[in-house]
Structure formats: structure tokens, C-alpha cells
């Protein structure tokens, strides 16, 4: 029996990467609350038994080879699962894929907008790939039956001239049931740790800010950077005051998060609207501290500064490290930035996300 909803993702299924692990706890939720889907995506390491998935298979080592056979066998799944009411996805360059099956096959495209990603590689001047992409978002926009957003910013921000359109906003969640150890509050002479768990060099971030700060800092305290990093061997030899982990597992990220002092949220001033991002999420449900930029667009609306978070000068390393001293001699204002950051989480869980949304009476249209 084919699946009201079928999540196509062709990247590593996987809790550690963000777009895997909103459709692991998408999925989740709604067979629980009987809509029925299914993840179609490229096996890992994870165990997933708990889910119903359909693995694609990577072969051959050439590139061209490789991914030429991952979209056949993605096309024989789809085809497979030809009952599916919904196609939902978030890849538009597989978007012509998914598009010309759905009208073949008879189903709706529901399309996850988290922003134009053809501006942030127009940043990195990556001008040919950034025109190919802003075609395939936009045709994946188009095309697609319902559009599904992060945030309202974005609904009524740069999707407005799309008034056409079928437009919900479904911001990211946290699993609480994952958090479960309580936070012990280190006095100011004990070793601190300091976290940054997002996309490094994703261009979302100050990497001068994360990276240079350490160096005036006069508290006794570690940053941990635990992000996927091609020349990770050159960093550490760049930067031997920083502890890069690479890609570490959602369990093991969680055992950093409760190890940890304070949580960075080093945003750069690039971003025009609101972000929902896991890890600030995370931040939260490991009652951890958060020190953020002092952006004035691009934060989480749901983040209180002095209550949820200290705020920073953005491009200003120094300052940065100053209140990173300042928080860690302050341990009153650690606990209660702790307790304040786990009641909010609890309102930030996947279910409550979703009960606000209008996901659910969407999937059940035909019911």
C-alpha cells in the first residue's frame, strides 16, 4: 500500500544533517497521528528501522556515472509508490524529476521553501551555479501545488509576489523526548566549553567572529566547532586553540550540548528573515546558554535577548569574548538563561510546531 505522503530526499538519511532530520521527525509525527508516508533517500549509518523508508543506492565511482543511476532508481521508486497523494520535497535540482512524474502519475507537489539559496552563491560569487539555481527555485515554486515555509518572514516576505499560491508556514521543532540528563552549572574557575554546532562556512555565519575570538578571551574556556569540514587537518593546524570534532552523530552532539557552557549563534548580517535552524532549537532543550550576534534581521523571533540569550556586536571578535567572560563569571545568570531556555523549548517541540500549523487538515484534504 502506497503512502499518502512520500518525502524524496536524495541525501544520507540521517539526524545529524538538517534537511534529513526535519523530514526524520516530519514523518514521525504524521504516521503517528495516521497520515501515512514514507522517505524515500540514500541509505547511512543510522539505524532508522523505527521508520518506513525506501533507500536509493549509490554505485559506481564515477560522478556522472554515480548520479545518473541514483536518479533512476529514484524514478523506478516513485513510480513504485505511484499511489502517493503528495510528492513532498525540498531539492529543486531534482525539481523537473519530481514535476513531470507528478503530473504523470496524478500527485501534488508539496515544495519546502527555506529561503533562496541562489543569494547566498551569489555572496560566494559563484555566479553560473547562482542563476541556475534561482531557474530551478523558482520552477519548483511555480509548479508546486503548495509551498510550505519556515517562517511567516518568508511567507510574506520574498514569496509575496507568489499570491497565487497555496503558502503555510511550518517552522522547525525539537525533539524534547532526546533530552533527557539535567545541566549541571560550572563555577568560573572550572574549564568551560563553548559550542558552535551549525554549517560552517556556510556563509550564514561570522567566521571571523567564531574564529578569532578564543584569542581574547580571558575566562578558561574551549570552543568545540562540531561541523563537517573538507580540510579539517588545515584548520587545526590554522586555528590549534579550537577543537574541531567534524561530523558527529545526534547522539554525540547532544553529550557535547550538556558537556558545554554557552551555545554560539554567530549569525552574519546577510540574512533578511527569520531563520528557524535545528541548532538553536537544540541550544535550547539542553538548557544550554546562548550568545548570539546583535543582527538586526536574521535572528529567531522566539529568542528573548537577557532572557534566552546575550547579545554581541556582530564582526566584533573581541567584544564576543568579552561577554563570553562576562557570562561565565556571572553563574546566576548562566542557571537562569538555563531554566528559561528549557521551559522554551518544551513550547518549540515537534508537536506543538505542528499542532499550530496547518500541516495536518493540508494532508487530509482528501480524507
Known sequence: MSPKVLFILLQPLRYTYPQPSRFLNLSKNLNDRGI????????????????????????????????????????????????????????????????LLSKILGSKLIYEHHGFEYKTQTLKEKHFRSKLTKSLEYLSLEKSNIIITVS??????ELSDLSNKKKYVLPNGVDISKFTNRRSILSASKLHFIVFTGKFFSGAYSEKDLLEFPKY????????????????????????????????????????????????????????????????????????????????????????PDKNFL?????NPRDLASKVDFLIGNKKMREEMSINNLNLSKDLSWQNQINRSDIISILRTRE
Do not use: H
Open 36 to 99: 501515512t508516508s514514507k522517505i524515500i533517500a540514500i541509505r547511512s549509518r543510522e539505524n532508522l528501522n523505527q521508520l518506513d523508508t525506501d533507500f536509493v543506492e549509490e554505485k559506481y565511482k564515477l560522478p556522472f556515472i554515480r548520479k545518473i543511476y541514483l536518479i533512476f532508481s529514484l524514478c523506478k521508486k516513485l513510480i513504485s509508490n505511484r499511489s502517493a497523494e503528495f510528492f513532498y520535497f525540498r531539492e529543486n535540482f531534482y525539481s523537473i524529476i519530481f514535476i
Open 152 to 157: 511567516e518572514e518568508l511567507r510574506l516576505g
Open 217 to 304: 578571551c580571558k575566562a578558561n574556556v574551549k570552543l568545540v566547532i562540531a561541523a563537517s569540514l573538507r580540510k579539517v587537518k588545515d584548520y587545526k593546524n590554522q586555528f590549534p586553540y579550537i577543537l574541531f570534532t567534524g561530523l558527529l552523530s545526534q547522539k554525540e552532539i547532544i553529550n557535547l550540548l550538556y558537556k558545554a557552557s554557552i551555545g554560539l549563534l554567530p549569525y552574519n548580517d546577510t540574512m533578511k528573515f527569520t531563520r528557524s535552524p535545528r541548532k538553536s532549537q537544540e541550544y535550547l532543550a539542553a538548557g544550554l546558554p546562548i550568545i548570539c550576534s546583535n543582527v538586526e534581521t536574521g535572528r529567531e523571533s522566539f529568542l528573548v
Open 311 to 315: 547579545a554581541y556586536e556582530y564582526g
